[in-house]
T-cell receptor, first 113, second 111 residues
Framework: DAKTTQPNSMESNEEEPVHLPCNHSTISGTDYIHWYRQLPSQGPEYVIHGLTSNVNNRMASLAIAEDRKSSTLILHRATLRDAAVYYC??????????????FGKGITLSVRP | DGGITQSPKYLFRKEGQNVTLSCEQNLNHDAMYWYRQDPGQGLRLIYYSQIVNDFQKGDIAEGYSVSREKKESFPLTVTSAQKNPTAFYLC??????????FGNGTRLTVT
């Protein structure tokens, strides 16, 4: 299964943009890039996903490199509530199998007031 | 509101006892999943079920058992055979090919 690599942690200031990087150099052509986040003592929640084009939703934006070997989750204005662990995950578009998802350690985002 | 309910939030048991964790969803999702999370670690898949009366082992099924008698319910039993049962347990559900919806977890402590 294709794997992702994320930094262990990142700090941000409140109300500033945050760019969370993810490397996935072995991504296959049918893999979708998914992001989830996990607030303290809660279950993860879905944030956004994409295949090739950049994607925007009410929570965040996803910028995908042209060669698809990396992507960046963008929080446009960080709030204290955005402090969480963010997981970058690949899902096979052929099977759509959630049972094959790999949740690694993710990146821990801290937000300074 | 639709969602996934895990109960209880905290559970304490003595070593050697079996314990069952509850997971109920009213999202009408076919698939349900159980994950285990240890401190500072990612999630590991224990069992999953794509349809009622059918389930498959995940990456760390030893010492655990599940049942799927109803679409809405997917209880997980942590048996005495599980060597290190203390962990945060997360249940999730999904439709085929759509993102996972997670519950808020049960923190199990075995002493």
């Amino acid at each position: 299964d294709a794997k992702t690599t994320q930094p262990n942690s990142m700090e941000s200031n409140e109300e500033e943009p945050v760019h969370l990087p993810c490397n996935h150099s072995t991504i296959s052509g049918t893999d979708y890039i998914h992001w989830y986040r996990q607030l303290p003592s809660q279950g993860p929640e879905y944030v956004i996903h994409g295949l090739t084009s950049n994607v925007n939703n009410r929570m965040a934006s996803l910028a995908i490199a042209e060669d698809r070997k990396s992507s960046t989750l963008i929080l446009h204005r960080a709030t204290l509530r955005d402090a969480a662990v963010y997981y970058c995950i690949l899902r096979d578009g052929n099977t759509g199998a959630n049972s094959k998802l790999t949740f690694g350690k993710g990146i821990t985002l801290s937000v300074r007031p | 509101d639709g969602g996934i309910t895990q109960s209880p939030k905290y559970l304490f048991r003595k070593e050697g006892q079996n314990v069952t964790l509850s997971c109920e969803q009213n999202l009408n999702h076919d698939a349900m999943y159980w994950y285990r999370q240890d401190p500072g670690q990612g999630l590991r898949l224990i069992y999953y079920s794509q349809i009622v009366n059918d389930f498959q082992k995940g990456d760390i099924a030893e010492g655990y058992s599940v049942s799927r008698e109803k679409k809405e319910s997917f209880p997980l039993t942590v048996t005495s055979a599980q060597k290190n049962p203390t962990a945060f347990y997360l249940c999730a559900s999904s439709r085929q090919g759509t993102p996972l919806h997670f519950g808020n977890g049960t923190r199990l402590t075995v002493t």
